[in-house]
């Protein structure tokens, strides 16, 4: 007997719907690949995107630590000259501006002993020849040598000077301004001693001294407690 109509029926139902789940099964497995996929493409973008500005900024953190370290050894040159032309420059002043001068008595000398010290001594040549004329040799040889030594003093300040001048970018401020102090004192002691000179004023020629005695000492003091904190001598001992 052949199938009845609802018989046929019901069996294409069945066929349609198991296909329908196939298919909805094998839109489902695609559905969730092509998700997976998206979030793939999407989470390695992100990666990728991640990885640069973190390059990026291993390449600005490298960059700013050159640079850093570039600054850090400009500063660990500057420190030792700084202070080995401020020594020259103090060590010169202090002995110029020091009231404790003496000199040979040109005056009580024999004519071979005269001979000796003038060829010997750093006057020029037309000055040693006026000492040797003068009546009063030993007044005659100290305000010369005085201004000599004026100029000598005045080179070595200079070359301390333009030294912290021309490097003072690689100076932390706290020994910027302690150089700078220490800059303005002696300059101040080397214009009291050539004006104390001048109006022969022996006050101001000792208070150039006072001032570097009692007021350069102490900030020496701390330029070196400063410059062995920055060098970081305690950890190199």
Same mark, same amino acid.
């Given at each position: 007997?052949?199938?009845s ?6 069996? *294409?139902i ?6 329908v ?12 690949k092509?998700i ?8 390695e ?5 991640k990885?640069k500005?973190i390059?990026?900024l291993?390449y600005?953190i490298?960059?700013l630590?050159?640079?850093?370290t570039?600054?850090?050894d @400009? ?7 700084a202070?080995n @032309? ?15 001068q003496?000199?040979p008595?040109f ?7 005269l ?6 001594c750093?006057? @020029?040549e037309f000055?040693? &020849? ?6 009063k040799?030993t007044?005659y040889?100290?305000?010369t040598i005085?201004w ?5 003093s005045?080179?070595?300040y ?8 021309r490097?003072? $970018? ?6 910027r301004e302690?150089?700078m102090?220490v800059?303005?004192?002696?300059w ?6 050539e $004006?104390? &000179?001048?109006?022969k004023d ?7 001294y006072?001032? *570097?005695?009692n007021?350069v000492?102490?900030?020496i003091?701390? $330029?070196?407690?400063l ?5 970081r001598?305690?950890?190199a001992?």
């Open positions: 007997m052949s199938e109509v609802f018989e046929i029926v019901g069996k *294409i069945v066929y349609v719907g198991a296909c789940a196939i298919a909805y099964g094998f839109f489902i497995f695609l559905g969730k092509w997976e996929n998206q979030f793939q493409r999407r989470l973008s992100y990666k990728h995107e990885n500005e390059e990026n291993k600005q490298n960059l630590l050159s640079r850093v570039k600054i850090h @400009k500063e660990f040159a500057v420190l030792p000259e202070w @032309k401020l020594y020259d420059a103090l060590e010169l002043i202090s002995w110029f501006t020091s009231p404790f003496q000199y008595d005056d009580n000398l024999s004519e071979d002993e001979s000796y010290l003038v060829n010997s750093p006057l @020029k000055q040693k &020849k006026e000492l040797l004329e003068s009546k040799k007044q040889y100290s305000d005085f000599i030594n004026l100029a000598k005045q080179d070595v200079s070359a301390f000077h333009n030294f912290i001048t490097n003072r $970018i690689f100076l932390s401020p706290d020994l302690k150089f102090e800059d303005g004192i002696l101040d002691s080397l214009l009291k001693k $004006i104390g &000179k001048d109006a022996s006050k101001m020629a000792i208070e150039a006072r001032d *570097i005695k007021r000492t102490p900030i003091a701390d $330029i070196e407690t410059v062995q904190k920055r060098l001598y305690d950890e001992m």
